[in-house]
């Protein structure tokens, strides 16, 4: 069964570096997203990557993070200078369509020390 | 702008009771519904989904959820619940014009054997 895989399962960085999160869709879907969720709270939207540009995006989302699809199949969710409230897991997700079934991938635990 | 309300954070009961997870979402547009289950240490799996037609859906692991438009209610339910079924269940919208998932802040189910 086709799965959204995601690298690495846990990170580890220093504040103020930069972490990229890795992400690869199930190969037929067209649209991405990135959520987060902080330890013990709800499942955050973070944004969403439709025809190789961001489709829509959450406050969450400010200019420290980017995302970018940069071959055919990976999708990655850049953070250019980490705070320790980025310390989360953040789950990638794809679907074949607007409004269809999202299948999320199992996460990757940030932690910033 | 839509919402998904959780009011039971933690829900205990005993082994092959019964189980009802409340779910009430806002919307002034139709919505598509979804129910997500976090197993411990895991990412987030698709229960079941409302898209339209009947309103009861079944779902994975003996589920069913009843989409009711006048209390603009989802409630989930099992008639009999087994100790793999503890984990954590997300309630979910989408709205039929846009494509990103919004999350309640999820009910923690916890089996009393």
């Known amino acids: 069964e086709p799965e959204v895989t995601q690298t690495p399962s846990h990170q580890v960085t220093q504040m103020g570096q930069e972490v990229i999160l890795r992400c690869v869709p199930i190969s037929n879907h067209l649209y991405f997203y990135w959520y987060r969720q902080i330890l013990g709270q709800k499942v955050e939207f973070l944004v969403s990557f439709y025809n190789n540009e961001i489709s829509e995006k959450s406050e969450i989302f400010d200019d420290q993070f980017s995302v970018e699809r940069p071959d055919g199949s990976n999708f990655t969710l850049k953070i250019r200078s980490t705070k320790l409230e980025d310390s989360a897991m953040y789950f990638c997700?794809?679907?074949?369509?607007?409004?269809?079934?999202?299948?999320f991938g199992q996460g990757t635990r940030l932690t910033v020390v | 702008a839509q919402s998904v309300t959780q009011l039971d954070s933690q829900v205990p009961v005993f082994e092959e009771a019964p189980v009802e997870l409340r779910c009430n979402y806002s919307s002034s547009v139709s919505v598509y519904l979804f129910w997500y289950v976090q197993y411990p240490n895991q990412g987030l799996q698709l229960l079941l989904k409302y898209l339209s037609g009947s309103t009861l859906v079944k779902g994975i692991n003996g589920f069913e959820a009843e989409f009711n438009k006048s209390q603009t209610s989802f409630h989930l339910r099992k008639p009999s619940v087994h100790i793999s079924d503890t984990a954590e269940y997300f309630c979910?919208?989408?709205?039929?014009?846009?494509?990103?998932?919004?999350f309640g802040k999820g009910t923690r189910l916890h089996i009393l054997p």
């Open positions: 997700a794809s679907s074949a369509g607007a409004n269809t079934e999202a299948f």
């Open positions: 979910a919208v989408t709205l039929n014009r846009d494509d990103k998932i919004i």
